[in-house]
Structures are given as structure tokens and as C-alpha cells.
């Protein structure tokens, strides 16, 4: 009886201690839910950065060429210099995350923005140059370390954060061109204080991501030890190299069109504000060709084959803008961002399923954005020199189409079900 009286009298305390620990779960799973709700918003903020203040040049380039008496082929620099920064900082970006850790080397990156946007400000070329710079090295770095604090924040919803990624990066480039001109002028500002403003919007994403920069990540001892280990003949491997020359061809393709495209439409007799939106049209088609690739790729067209759509679609935008630039822009545009948008996608995509392993891809990732963006870097100017030389927009625009031939080619092979073959090093 004692017994039985005991376990009665211990009932109702399990009972309470149960419904605590469910209540204390309940409310461990909303925080933690809350957590990562915050964790994304500072992402998507983060991602909106990584474009606006390159392509925010882009259709004030006959205004500073203007005022600043500099050449095309000088002002395509402001677009080439921070694709050289990509090229050459990327192998650079997760010794710097390991170092300060990924969070807080984040909110660095967003500092490195707005203190280029505010250099911007000074009435000195040198200083536009210097600010351009400063502003290529943040967004460098941030390109490396935003997908890997992705994956490893987010590993029940890579997808839909990739894919929240990948729409921030076009978003912030349709947002710089289609209003970068339209608040000039709405405003009243020159041209230096037009593109300093693109620093704000780096402000609010510092502000909202310092919460996560006051808890220092470290990689893992088992990924820097990876890290530390690359993976040797990589570099004499053929498919890698394919891999590589897609990402940069798609890259040049993409980032000499951005450069150029509102001062060809400009020349074609659209206005400034126009010009700049058909550059933010084309890129907002860019957001749907970089989703609908990953979906059909292998299920209804092989990779190869999407590859050569997407370079089709870029060359009849070409062709297009050749013969009637303004009449048919919108529909150029459509075409365009189409094409660079499934071109993008599947360049990404290849780094990924071309690697048989983490090691595989994170060096091949390095080695396809190194060189990758460093002939990318060369676009902007090689267009704005061949303008210079011709006096026209043909010679520029019939070079672009002849590079969509080794794109499709190198688009083939790396395309093959392989991997790309290297060995780990001990």
C-alpha cells in the first residue's frame, strides 16, 4: 500500500516535469525557428549587395565619361577592375573566413562596400578607381563565403536558400539598372553622389547581419583540414579546364553586355532612363532562365543541349540588337537575359556535379572562379577599346556572338557524366 500510494503521489510531478520539457522544446524550436527566419532575411540582404554598386555604373558610364574626360576604354575598367578582384581574392576568401570566422567576416565585407561607395563621393578619378577596388574585394570574398555558410546553416533547405540567393544576386542588378537614373534625375544628384547612395543599402545589411557577427563560426577542424589539403593535378585536367572556360565565357558575356548595353541602346536613340531599364528587364528574365535550367537539365533536354539554348538565346539577342536595336529591345532583352540567365545557372551547376567529392569541388570552384572572372574582366574593356577603335557597336557586339562558339563547345564537354580527375594530397 505504501507503495501504491507513492507512485500516485509521484504522478502528478512526472506529469508536470513533462508538459515543462514539451513547453521548453516548443519554445527552443520557435527560437531556433526565429534564428533562422533572421539568419535568411541578413543573407537575402547580403546577396542584394553583391551587384548593385558594380552595375549602378553602367548607365551613368556616357555621364562620367563626360564629366571626367576619360575614354571608353578607361571607364570600362570601373567595370573590369572588381572581376579581377573576384578572380584573384577568391582563392584568398576562406583562409579570411577561418581567420575572423565566417559571420563577422561577412559584416567585413559590407564595410569594404560602403567605405568604396563613400571613396566615390571625392572629385578625383583616382579615387573612383580606389573606390571600385575596395568595393570588388568585399564583394569577392562574400561570393565565396555566402554559399558555404548556406550549406552549412541551411542543410534541410539548401534549395530554397540557393534559390533566394540566386534571386537576390539578379534582383540587386535589376534594381541598380533600372533605377540608378531615375533617382538622378528624380533627385537632383550628380552622378558620384548617385552611386555612393548604392552604400546604404550595404548599411541596412550590415545592421540587420551584426547580431550574427557577435558569435564567431570557425570552419571545422575536418574542413580546414581539407582546405589545407588541395587536390593535385587538378589543373591538368581537361574537364576542369572546360568547366573553368564555361563559367568564364558566360561571365564575359554577362558583364561586358551589363558594361555596355544602356550606351548602345542610348546610341540607338533611347533615353538614359530607358537605356537603364531595358538592362533591369533583361536581368529580371535572368532570375526565371536561372530556375528553369537546374529543373529540365537532364530530365527533359541534357545539359550539353540547354547549354547551346542558352547561347542561342544570348547570340539572337545579339543579332538582334545588331539590326534593330530599339525598335525590338524588349524583345532582345527577353531573349538575352533568357539565355545568360540558363547559362549562369548551368555554369554553377557544372562546378558541382563535376566533382566527385567536397574536396573535388571546393577546389574546382576556386579554380573556375579565379580564371573564370579574370577573363571576364576582360570583356568590359576589349568592348569599350574595339568602340573606341571602330566608332560603332558593331565590331563590339560581332566579337561577343564569335565567343558564343568555344561557350557552347567548352558548354558540350563540361557537360559529360564525369568527374573531373585529381588527387587528393595527403
Not at 542584394?48 to 571626367?68: C, E, G, H, K
Not at 554559399?147 to 540566386?166: E, H, N, Q, V, W
Not at 546604404?200 to 589539403?229: C, D, E, K, Y
Request: glycine fraction near 12%.
Amino acid at each position: 500500500m505504501p507503495d501504491d500510494t507513492a507512485a500516485t503521489a509521484d504522478a502528478p510531478a512526472n506529469t508536470e516535469a513533462t508538459t515543462t520539457t514539451t513547453a521548453t522544446t516548443a519554445t527552443t524550436q520557435l527560437g531556433a525557428g526565429r534564428g533562422l527566419l533572421f539568419l535568411g532575411v541578413g543573407v537575402v540582404l547580403l546577396a542584394l549587395n553583391l551587384r548593385p554598386a558594380l552595375v549602378a555604373v553602367s548607365p551613368l558610364t556616357d555621364t562620367i565619361r563626360a564629366d571626367s574626360g576619360m575614354s571608353a576604354t578607361a571607364t570600362s575598367l570601373l567595370t573590369a577592375l572588381p572581376l579581377l578582384c573576384f578572380g584573384l581574392l577568391a582563392p584568398l576568401a576562406p583562409r579570411i573566413g577561418r581567420r575572423l570566422g565566417v559571420e563577422r567576416a561577412l559584416l567585413a565585407t559590407m564595410a569594404l562596400v560602403g567605405v568604396g561607395t563613400a571613396l566615390r563621393l571625392l572629385d578625383s578619378v583616382v579615387a573612383l578607381f580606389a573606390g571600385t577596388v575596395v568595393i570588388g574585394a568585399g564583394i569577392a570574398v562574400a561570393n565565396v563565403l555566402l554559399p558555404g555558410l548556406i550549406k552549412r546553416d541551411f542543410p534541410g533547405r539548401a534549395g530554397l536558400m540557393t534559390g533566394l540567393y540566386s534571386m537576390s544576386l539578379f534582383a540587386g542588378a535589376a534594381l541598380a539598372a533600372g533605377i540608378t537614373v531615375p533617382v538622378q534625375h528624380a533627385a537632383g544628384l550628380s552622378w558620384r553622389t548617385t552611386l555612393a547612395c548604392w552604400g546604404a543599402l550595404a548599411l541596412v545589411a550590415a545592421v540587420v547581419w551584426l547580431p550574427q557577427a557577435r558569435r564567431r563560426t570557425a570552419v571545422p577542424a575536418a574542413a580546414a583540414g581539407q582546405g589545407a589539403r588541395p587536390v593535385r593535378g587538378l589543373w591538368r585536367s581537361p574537364l576542369a579546364w572546360q568547366v573553368t572556360a564555361f563559367m568564364g565565357l558566360q561571365s564575359l558575356n554577362y558583364y561586358a553586355a551589363a558594361a555596355w548595353l544602356p550606351s548602345l541602346l542610348k546610341d540607338a536613340g533611347l533615353s538614359e532612363g530607358d537605356a537603364g531599364w531595358m538592362l533591369s528587364f533583361s536581368s529580371l528574365l535572368g532570375i526565371l532562365g536561372s530556375f528553369v535550367a537546374p529543373v529540365i537539365v537532364g530530365r527533359r533536354l541534357p545539359a550539353g543541349v540547354l547549354a547551346a539554348v542558352g547561347a542561342l538565346g544570348c547570340a539572337l539577342g545579339f543579332v538582334g540588337l545588331l539590326t534593330a536595336p530599339a525598335g525590338g529591345a524588349y524583345l532582345w532583352m527577353v531573349l538575352l537575359g533568357l539565355g545568360q540567365g540558363v547559362s549562369i545557372s548551368l555554369a554553377l551547376l557544372f562546378i558541382v556535379q563535376r566533382s566527385p567529392d567536397i574536396r573535388h569541388t571546393a577546389q574546382l570552384s576556386s579554380m573556375a572562379q579565379c580564371f573564370g572572372y579574370i577573363l571576364a574582366a576582360s570583356g568590359p574593356a576589349v568592348l569599350g577599346a574595339l568602340h573606341d577603335a571602330s566608332g560603332n557597336w558593331t565590331l563590339p557586339l560581332t566579337v561577343l556572338l564569335l565567343l558564343l562558339v568555344p561557350q557552347v563547345a567548352v558548354g558540350f564537354g563540361a557537360s559529360r557524366d564525369r568527374h573531373v580527375a585529381g588527387t587528393p594530397s595527403c
